[in-house]
């Protein structure tokens, strides 16, 4: 017999279970809207990139890829700036800088991302345009990749990536932050006391230690960016290409399902393969997630942390 001690147990298993039975619902109601052309379609869905509603061919290996390097090229920019702001707010800032910064960098988070968008598209891109895109492919446009290959062109893979990463760092600061202050003080205090100096302890041992918080960050980064649409769309420049170079032009698979939804929504084959992208987006950021952690657990078994 139940009784009133074990009532606020099962409130918090009711709702723990809607919670678990929601992300089934939605996981449901894509793979079943999907599943008329995932059948057809089969592995070329993702091996092809022919995407034509006419011959209802549909393959999405274009978007695939772009949004692959768009993930990519944005963490690679993000990651190190929130790694390197989060250890200097929760090590190094003094506590009246600590709390001017913390609400600037949180208040990013809640710019909506068409906000980003317009940032990118009337502040960033004229200075990418007049002034960082020359100097790269002055110095560095040798490698293919540098290359500009659209000198005049306000839309882009950096442009973007950058964009980007500015809507991401806020997530990888607030969260890293938070795992190294939970590290306890004696910590630091006896490695400190064996002669180790702040920078080695920090390294050494508050690092490892909140290993778990900053793989969580970088992991919820990753999906913001794999997730994010409106900027992507107003930013990338909408074409179906494989990118030759940072500056190149492209096409990820959210802006591909925000494009053609609602011309598309009322035939039900369209519909199915935007869907179906939908479905691959899923799946991605399974593999993604799934990816990074076994990594880090790699790294951490060796390091022997």
Sequence with gaps: MKTHADLPKWVFFWIAGITALLVFVIIGFLLYTAAPVLETSGISFITTSEWDYGTHQYGILIFLVDTIILTVMTLILAVPVGLLTAMFLAEWAPAWMEKILRPLVELLVGIPSVVY??????????????????????????????????????????LTATVLAIMVVPTIVALSQDAMRSVPDEYREASLALGATRWETLKNVVIPAASPGIITAVILAMMRTMGETMAVVMLLGNMSIIPSSIFDNGYTMTAKILNDILANISFPEARAALFGIAVMIFLLEVLA?????????????????
């Design 117 to 158: 968008g317009f940032f990118g598209i009337f502040v960033l891109s004229n200075f990418f345009v007049d002034d960082f895109d020359p100097f790269i492919d002055h110095f560095l446009g040798f490698i293919p990749i540098f290359r500009n290959i659209h000198p005049n062109i306000h839309t882009g893979l950096f």
């Design 289 to 305: 997630v799934a990816g990074v952690r076994l990594v880090c657990s790699w790294v951490q078994k060796r390091s022997g942390t």
